[in-house]
């Protein structure tokens, strides 16, 4: 399973780092991927980190101001977030894929993933 945490309230501009924990299964075996929703919106892909960290693809609204990592010998990933926008406001979710690999590039829909964590809070305030 995947558990994310890390959310809070920040200033606009301001910083956050989510983590994303995994337990049951080693870490590694996941390709892991960011996700985030706001009330009244669609599930907006945010970035995705490959299963040795060695591989990232962001959506075009993070790009440049989000990080995606990973730490597989703590079973942990992250998503380092710097200057904040209101509209970053939104439950991020982090999510995992167990299946056969493919390119980072198309792992923008939900449906490439096996396995979701509960969702953590961002509120960006202006």
């Known amino acids: 399973q995947l558990q994310a945490s890390g959310g809070g309230l920040v200033q606009a501009g301001g910083s956050l780092r989510l983590s994303c924990a995994a337990s049951?299964?080693?870490?590694?075996?996941?390709?892991v991927g960011w996700f985030r929703q706001a009330p009244g919106k669609e599930r907006e892909f945010v970035a995705v980190?490959?299963?040795?960290?060695?591989?990232?693809y962001y959506g075009d609204s993070v790009k440049g101001r989000f990080t995606i990592s990973r730490d597989n010998a703590e079973n942990t990933g992250y998503l380092q977030m710097t200057g904040l926008k209101p509209e970053d406001t939104a439950s991020y979710y982090c999510?995992?894929?167990?299946?056969?690999?493919?390119?980072?590039?198309?792992?923008?829909?939900?449906?490439?993933?096996?396995?979701w964590g509960q969702g953590t809070q961002v509120t960006v305030s202006s």
């Open positions: 999510a995992g894929r167990l299946r056969f690999v493919i390119p980072l590039s198309r792992m923008f829909s939900g449906a490439e993933y096996d396995v």
């Open positions: 049951g299964r080693s870490f590694s075996n996941y390709v």
């Open positions: 980190i490959s299963r040795s960290g060695g591989g990232t």
